[in-house]
Every structure is written in structure tokens, then in C-alpha cells.
């Protein structure tokens, strides 16, 4: 399986360290559309780049547990 993934860095407050959280993803069968879909996701405004998390995701919450 390929995974085409968001990760959203945020900063601690209390230390400055840098902390990951996926908040997108999706599941390809196939390498070679899930290098189209990582383009396509890519080209598009920041816009359409929250929008498509908020499709999913409009909590903005950790889904790493949920596909590992």
C-alpha cells in the first residue's frame, strides 16, 4: 500500500520543539497514482489544501494510530 500523507507541524509552546501530526491521507494500490495524486494535491492552493483536510479531518486530530 502507498500513502499519501499530510503532516502538520506544529511548535510547543512551553519548549519550541517541533511536533508532527497527520492530518490527511490516502490510500493508493498503485505507486503510479499515488505520485499523480501527490502532484495534483501539491499544485493546488493552500486553500484547497486545508479544505481537503477539513474533508476528512476538521478536528485536525492525530490519524497516525489510525492506519498503523
Known sequence: ???DEFFLSLRD?????AISILVY?????DIREAILREKQIKAGS????IDLINTMN??????FAKIF
Request: aromatic share 14%; proline share 4%; hydrophobic share 25%.
Open 1 to 3: 500500500r502507498m500513502f
Open 25 to 29: 491521507y490516502e490510500i493508493f494500490s
Open 46 to 49: 493552500r486553500k484547497k489544501k
Open 58 to 63: 476538521p478536528l485536525r486530530g492525530d490519524l
Open 13 to 17: 509552546r512551553s519548549n519550541g520543539e
